[in-house]
C-alpha cells in the first residue's frame, strides 16, 4: 500500500499490466490449441520480446533525456554493449558444435588462424560472469564518460554530437575483425542458452516473459528515482541547472548518476534482445540507431515514464508493418514522423494527454472556486440581512 | 615550584607557553602570526574586496573594485546599467572568476579558489536579477529542494520528508506570503510571487550572507514595499547585499549605501549622502 502511494497508480498498473503479460503470452502460445481465438503463433512470441526489449530501452532514454534533459544520441551503444557480452556467452556456449568444430574457439577466430582465446574472452564461458558484465561495461563506460563530459559542463547540442561520436567510434571499433567481436558479422549461430535450445518455443517464452520482467523492474526503479527526492532534482536540473548550483547542488553528480543508470538498463535491455533475435553485430551501433530510440521516446512523451514505453511498441510494431510494405521508404517514415511530432504533439502521446487533463482539473478547480466565493458572498449578505 | 618551571624553561612568548619547542612547531606558529597579521582589517568582515578587476573582451567590467561588508551588515547597491553590480555576484558566488583582485569570506576564505556549489555551501545565497525557479515544481518542492542539508545524490534518492524540515518550509511560506499558493506550479506564480519565491529559497538555505539582485524589478507599489518590509525582516538575521534601482525602496530600507559606475565604487555612505554627491546626480540619478 506504501509502496503503491508512493510510485503512483500508473507505475502500479503498467507493472500489473507486464507482469500478466509475462505469464499469459507464454501460456497463450504454448498451452492453448491454434484453433483458439487467443493463440498466439510462435513466431510473433520473439518478435514481441523484441519490442519489449526496446521499450525498456526508450525507458533507460527517459531517465535522461525526460527527466534530466540530458539528449544522448548514443543510447545504442550501451544497448549493443550489453547485446555483445551476452552473445560472447552464447558464442562459448556453442562448443564444439560450430562448423569448425573447435571446443574452444568461436569458428570466426579458427578461420582468423587465431590459436587461442583473446583475453578478454576469458570468463564469458560462465552465465554469471556474463550478467555481470552485461551491466559492469555499459555502466562502467557511461561512469566514466559521463564524468568527464558533465564535469567539463558539456551540454545541449555539444553533448549530444560527443555521445553520437562515442556510438560511431565503437562502431567502427567493432567492425574490425582483430577486435575479436567477429567483426562484420559479429556473433551469431547460437545453439542454447543456460542448456536450453535457444530455437525453442519454450526458450522463446522464457525469454519473452524475463522481457517483460525486466521492464517492469525498469519501470519500478525509474519510477522510484524519479519520485525521490533526487527526481526533483533531476527535472530542478533539467529546467534550470544553474539554479541548482547556486543552491548548493553538484548537477554533474546528478546526470552522471543517471546517465549510468540508464546505461545499465540499456545493457540489460541488449542483453535480453540478443538472445531473441539471434544475432548481434556491428550495425546496432549505428548513429541512426540511438537517434531511433529518442523518437520513440518523443513520439510516446518524454518525462512521462509510459510514454516511451508506449512510443516504443507503436513505432516498432508500426515498422514491421511498414517495411513489410516498403522497406525502402521506412526511413523517410521514421524522420516524417519525427518531424510530425516535434510540430505537432511536442508533449507526445502520453504528454499531451496529461497535460489536457491537468488543464482540464484546472480549469474545474477555478470554476468551484468561483462559485465557492460567490456562496461565500451569499452566506455573508444572509446574515447581514438578518 | 616557580623556580622549577623557570628552570625546566618552557620559553614563554608574550605569556603564551610553547608546548614544543620543536623548530618545526615553531615554524608553524610564525607562519600562523603572520598570516594572522596579514589577514589584519579584513580579519572582522564578512566579504572583503580588494582591488578586484574583471575585463570582457577588453571591456572592464569590473575595474579596481574594493569593497568591504561587516558582519550582520545590510548593504544597497545602486548604479547605472553596466556598471557592475550583477558581474560582482558573479564573482563573490564563484560564477565569474576575477582576473586580478582579493575576494574573502569571513575574513579568510578565498571565494576565487572555489566554484559555486562550494560557495553556496559555505553560506551565501543568491538571487537572481530575472527570477530564477524551478518552474516545473510546485512551491513547496522549490522550497524543499533549497533546504540546507546534505547535498549528496545518494542521500537524496534516499531521502524521506522530515517534520522538521516541514516546519521550516511552512514558516517561509508565511514570511514569503505564499501558504496558499504551497501546491501550485512555480510556472503559475506571478512575477512578483516568482521573486518572493526565490528570496523564500534563499531563506531555506539558511545562508550567512544574501545577495539579491533587483527583487522589485516588475512589482506593484504595494508589493514593492512588502519585500522592503521582508528583506529589513531577513536583515535581522543575516546579512544582506540587495541591488536595486528603484531609489525609493533603497530609502525604505534604510541602510547604507554604494553607488558602483563603471566597475568601480563611485559613492558610499548615507542614503542622502549619496543622493547628495554631484557625481552620482550627474552619472545616475540625474539622468
Ligand atoms: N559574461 C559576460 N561576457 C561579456 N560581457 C559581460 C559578461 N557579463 C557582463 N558583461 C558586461 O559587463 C558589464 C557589466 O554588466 P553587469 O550585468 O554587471 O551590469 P549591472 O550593473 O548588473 O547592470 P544592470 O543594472 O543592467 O543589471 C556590461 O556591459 C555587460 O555587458
Ligand atoms: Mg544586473
Redesign the interface.
Known amino acids: 500500500m506504501i509502496l503503491a502511494r508512493f510510485l503512483g497508480p500508473r507505475v502500479i498498473v503498467l507493472v500489473a499490466v507486464l507482469l500478466a503479460a509475462a505469464v499469459l503470452v507464454p501460456a497463450a502460445t504454448l498451452a492453448l490449441p491454434a484453433s483458439s481465438p487467443f493463440h498466439i503463433p510462435a513466431y510473433l512470441v520473439p518478435l514481441i520480446g523484441k519490442y519489449v526489449c526496446y521499450a525498456l530501452l526508450a525507458l533507460a532514454l527517459d531517465l535522461v533525456w525526460g527527466y534530466v534533459g540530458i539528449l544522448s544520441l548514443g543510447h545504442g551503444a550501451f544497448f549493443a554493449l550489453g547485446g555483445y557480452a551476452m552473445g560472447m556467452y552464447l558464442m562459448r556456449q556453442i562448443g564444439s558444435r560450430g562448423v569448425y568444430g573447435n571446443p574452444i574457439l568461436p569458428d570466426f577466430m579458427v578461420f582468423l588462424n587465431w590459436k587461442e582465446l583473446p583475453w578478454y574472452w576469458t570468463g564469458f564461458g560462465e552465465f554469471w560472469f556474463a550478467a555481470i558484465m552485461v551491466v559492469l561495461v555499459p555502466g562502467l563506460l557511461a561512469f566514466v564518460f559521463g564524468f568527464f563530459a558533465f564535469r567539463s559542463r558539456v551540454t545541449g547540442v555539444y553533448l549530444s554530437i560527443i555521445t553520437q561520436a562515442m556510438t560511431y567510434a565503437l562502431l567502427l571499433a567493432f567492425f574490425r575483425n582483430d577486435m575479436g567481436f567477429g567483426g562484420n558479422n559479429g556473433l551469431t549461430d547460437f545453439k542454447d542458452i543456460l542448456g536450453f535450445p535457444i530455437q525453442a518455443e519454450t526458450t522463446r517464452a522464457g525469454l519473452f516473459a524475463a522481457s517483460c520482467v525486466a521492464l517492469a523492474l525498469g519501470v519500478l526503479v525509474v519510477g522510484a528515482?524519479t519520485r525521490?527526492?533526487?527526481g526533483?532534482?533531476m527535472?530542478?536540473v533539467r529546467?534550470?541547472e544553474?539554479?541548482?548550483?547556486?543552491?548548493?547542488?553538484?548537477p554533474e553528480?546528478?546526470k552522471l548518476?543517471a546517465f549510468t543508470v540508464s546505461a545499465v538498463m540499456a545493457g540489460i535491455a541488449g542483453a535480453l534482445y540478443v538472445p531473441q533475435v539471434g544475432i548481434i553485430n556491428p550495425g546496432e551501433f549505428a548513429p541512426v540507431n540511438s537517434i531511433e530510440i529518442v523518437i520513440w521516446a518523443a513520439v510516446g512523451g518524454r518525462g512521462t515514464l509510459l510514454g516511451p514505453v508506449i512510443g516504443a511498441l507503436l513505432v516498432n510494431y508500426g515498422k514491421s508493418v511498414f517495411t513489410g510494405l516498403a522497406p525502402e521508404y521506412w526511413l523517410f517514415v521514421l524522420g516524417g514522423l519525427f518531424v510530425l511530432v516535434t510540430l505537432f504533439l511536442p508533449r507526445g502521446i502520453v504528454g499531451t494527454i496529461d497535460h489536457g487533463w491537468s488543464a482540464l482539473r484546472e480549469r474545474r478547480r477555478a470554476a468551484r472556486a468561483e462559485k465557492g466565493e460567490s456562496m461565500g458572498e451569499g452566506g455573508v449578505s444572509s446574515q447581514a440581512a438578518e | 615550584m616557580m623556580t622549577m618551571d623557570q628552570g625546566a624553561a618552557p620559553q614563554t612568548e608574550g605569556g603564551e607557553f610553547v608546548v614544543s619547542p620543536h623548530p618545526y612547531a615553531t615554524q608553524l606558529r610564525t607562519e600562523r602570526l603572520a598570516r594572522e597579521a596579514a589577514l589584519g582589517s579584513r580579519r572582522e568582515t564578512l566579504l572583503y574586496l580588494n582591488g578586484v578587476n574583471k575585463t570582457f573582451d577588453g571591456f572592464k567590467a569590473i575595474n579596481n573594485l574594493s569593497l568591504v561588508l561587516e558582519r550582520g551588515e545590510m548593504r544597497a547597491i545602486i548604479g547605472p546599467n553596466g556598471a557592475g553590480k550583477t558581474t560582482m555576484m558573479d564573482i563573490i558566488t564563484g560564477k565569474t572568476r576575477p582576473d586580478a583582485g582579493e575576494v574573502y569570506f569571513r575574513g579568510e576564505v578565498d571565494l576565487t579558489k572555489h566554484d559555486e556549489p562550494a560557495i553556496a555551501s559555505m553560506g551565501i545565497g543568491r538571487k537572481f536579477q530575472k527570477p530564477t525557479v524551478f518552474e516545473s515544481h510546485t512551491v513547496e518542492d522549490n522550497l524543499a529542494l533549497s533546504l540546507s542539508g546534505s547535498r549528496s545524490v545518494l542521500t537524496a534518492l534516499l531521502h524521506k520528508k522530515s517534520a522538521a524540515d516541514a516546519g521550516k518550509i511552512d514558516e517561509i511560506l508565511a514570511t514569503t506570503r505564499l501558504t496558499d499558493k504551497r501546491k501550485r506550479l512555480a510556472s503559475g506564480l506571478s512575477h512578483g510571487q516568482k521573486q518572493w519565491l526565490e528570496i523564500g529559497m534563499l531563506l531555506a538555505q539558511d545562508p550567512e550572507l544574501l545577495l539579491v539582485d533587483e527583487p522589485v524589478a516588475g512589482m506593484t507599489d504595494a508589493e514593492t514595499e512588502e519585500t522592503a518590509r521582508l528583506l529589513r525582516d531577513i536583515a535581522q538575521k543575516h546579512s544582506v547585499i540587495v541591488v536595486e534601482h528603484d531609489m525609493h525602496f533603497v530609502r525604505e530600507l534604510g541602510v547604507k549605501v554604494t553607488c558602483l559606475h563603471e566597475g568601480s565604487v563611485l559613492s558610499e555612505g548615507s542614503i542622502d549622502h549619496v543622493s547628495r554627491d554631484p557625481r552620482v546626480i550627474e552619472v545616475y540619478l540625474g539622468r
Open positions: 528515482i525521490s527526492k533526487l526533483k532534482l527535472v530542478a529546467d534550470a544553474s539554479r541548482t548550483r547556486f543552491i548548493g547542488w553538484r553528480y546528478v548518476f
